[in-house]
């Protein structure tokens, strides 16, 4: 199938599968005699794992690895999910972070009256 099809079936715009293709994250495909990419449904399947990897926040890299995982039939478990928990504490800690921001800014906005004065403990806060 062509690379328009292949983006629709995997989900992702066309520059995104090029782009892909470009730094080696999946191979570079076949071309047909009109010099067209020909992308097969294993190339599409790897392009949906990608895709499904990257919604989780997983680097380029670590899509690398999670790719090559998922091509070795003789994988251990505990590589994957050394890397899956390996993002999930990086999620953690941006809840954390974003927690954490919410609370101040929640607090600051309470604090101002929001009225015709000048004084703003958000203004404050911020210098």
């Not at 328009?4 to 520059?15: D, I, R, T, Y």
């Not at 994250?25 to 009109?34: C, F, G, I, K, M």
């Not at 794992?49 to 505990?78: K, M, T, V």
Request: charged share 30%; net charge neutral.
């Amino acid at each position: 199938m062509n690379i328009s099809a292949a983006a629709m079936e995997a989900g992702l715009p066309v520059k995104t599968v090029r782009y892909y293709s470009e730094i080696g994250l999946v191979e570079a495909p076949s071309r047909t005699a009109s010099g067209y990419r020909s992308y097969d449904p294993a190339s599409v399947r790897k392009l949906v794992f990608i895709r499904r990897a990257r919604e989780f926040g997983f680097s380029i890299d670590d899509c690398r690895e999670l790719l090559g995982l998922y091509q070795d039939q003789n994988r251990s478990s505990a590589d994957v999910k050394a890397l899956a928990s390996n993002r999930l504490e990086q999620i953690r800690a941006k809840q954390r972070e974003l927690q954490s921001l919410h609370d101040t800014l929640s607090d600051l906005v309470e604090c101002c009256n929001g009225d015709e004065r000048p004084d703003c403990p958000i203004i404050d806060f911020l210098r």
